[in-house]
């Protein structure tokens, strides 16, 4: 070993160096970064937690998947072992402990990242719930199908799914109410000149004896 493999080129120190620069040199030149955002998704029914787009049954913690995007996304400098992480705070500007070891020289840190976890539905809960929808809002408006699905977004938490159809979309709704709000607030949005809303039996409902409905709402331009 010559002079090259026990200095630091950088500051000349003799501590921690390896591949040609000591542990501070390396930790200075590249500043440790967090992912500036991690979101996991977690389904309100089961639990089960959507992990890179895979929805995983698990009784693993949301905290758990977040610390693993925190991992996989952080940068830092070379030979880096991340020795602890720890989410401190979860939300907009959430905070994390970090320790790492660079040859063996430890470096802790506070840091930043927006760390949040989201409700959603997982297919099977939503598979079983399509079953079971109140209202379907039939929107016939191919040309402006992607703006309308925008704009449906913001009622995503009462959206069982969406089916695309060939004049439009459908899409089948948790509620009436929820229906309802959608199909006014998409008629005055996107102008339709129609809204036709009727009513189905499908069953009986033995407790209030009275027959239990669906409601269909049909939103077209007519031309
Ligand atoms: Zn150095
Ligand atoms: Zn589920």
New binding site residues.
Partial sequence: MGLKSRFCPRCGSDANVSEGLCANCKFEKVEPKLPQKVVVRI?R????VNWRGI?VKTDESPEYYLTLALEKGARLPPSSVIKKLEIKKMGRKGKVDLVFEIDDKRFEQTMQSDIYVKDS??Q??GNVLSQDHRAIVQVRDKKNEKKILDFAEKYREFIIKIEDQREGVDFYMLSKDSARHLATDLRKHFKFSSMTVSHRQYSWDQSKNRPKTRINISLRQDD
């Fill in positions: 389904c029914d089961c639990g089960a929805w539905r997982c099977d809960c």
